[in-house]
């Protein structure tokens, strides 16, 4: 059995929830798209429906280029000189919004596309249908494994899932 089907065997998922209010909304939702120029996004059949409602997102910018240090300052504030997409750990001293939702009470979780188990830190997963490889997950992508602050904590590791697991929680009203 590879390493990767033991682990999710036994890795822990959770949906914790919170009654924090808001002073404005009580949920907050962060969709990550691939980075791509304004013409090509607004040909998404997708975004072109948000664009008939007067949703444009015209002035969404990242920090830097490539990705990996836009998803790092999301959850940080900063992207701390990163320049490039390598294996990124950030020292448990460094705060991360995770530390900041915790302190207060509100509950959160964290759902990537093609995360083979909760708590996955590895740097990529690679799957096969059909006798084809997929690099379907990159680590990059996923803020909070970036954050040693995160990752040391097995509670917070377990908030951190499959995106199939939305539908779930979504259900559940978790």
Same mark, same amino acid.
């Given at each position: 059995?590879?390493?990767?089907?033991?682990?999710?065997?036994?890795?822990?998922?959770?949906?914790?929830?919170?009654?924090?209010?808001?002073?404005?909304?009580?949920?907050?939702?962060?969709?990550?798209?691939?980075?791509?120029?304004?013409?090509?996004?607004?040909?998404?059949?997708?975004?072109?429906?948000?664009?008939?409602?007067?949703?444009?997102?015209?002035?969404?910018?990242?920090?830097?280029?490539?990705?990996?240090?836009?998803?790092?300052?999301?959850?940080?504030?900063?992207?701390? *000189?990163?320049?490039? %997409?390598?294996? $990124?750990? &950030?020292?448990?001293?460094? !705060?991360?919004?995770?530390?900041?939702?915790?302190?207060?009470?509100?509950?959160?979780?964290?759902?990537?596309?093609?995360?083979?188990?909760?708590?996955?830190?590895?740097?990529?997963?690679?799957?096969?249908?059909?006798?084809?490889?997929?690099?379907?997950?990159?680590?990059?992508?996923?803020? *909070?494994?970036?954050? %040693?602050?995160? $990752?040391? &904590?097995?509670?917070?590791? !377990?908030?951190?899932?499959?995106?199939?697991?939305?539908?779930?929680?979504?259900?559940?009203?978790?």
């Amino acid at each position: 059995m590879s390493a990767v089907k033991q682990a999710q065997a036994t890795a822990l998922t959770s949906s914790p929830t919170s009654d924090v209010e808001g002073a404005v909304f009580d949920r907050f939702v962060i969709i990550w798209l691939e980075n791509t120029d304004y013409t090509s996004a607004a040909a998404d059949p997708n975004l072109s429906a948000l664009a008939a409602q007067g949703l444009t997102l015209s002035q969404n910018f990242g920090v830097t280029h490539p990705s990996e240090p836009n998803y790092m300052a999301s959850h940080g504030g900063d992207y701390f *000189g990163l320049d490039g %997409d390598v294996l $990124t750990y &950030v020292d448990s001293s460094v !705060s991360s919004v995770f530390d900041l939702l915790d302190t207060k009470g509100v509950s959160w979780s964290e759902y990537q596309e093609d995360m083979p188990y909760s708590g996955y830190e590895g740097y990529q997963y690679q799957s096969v249908i059909n006798n084809a490889t997929h690099n379907d997950y990159v680590r990059k992508h996923n803020p *909070g494994v970036l954050y %040693d602050s995160a $990752t040391d &904590v097995p509670q917070r590791l !377990s908030q951190m899932k499959n995106f199939t697991q939305f539908y779930v929680d979504l259900e559940n009203n978790a």
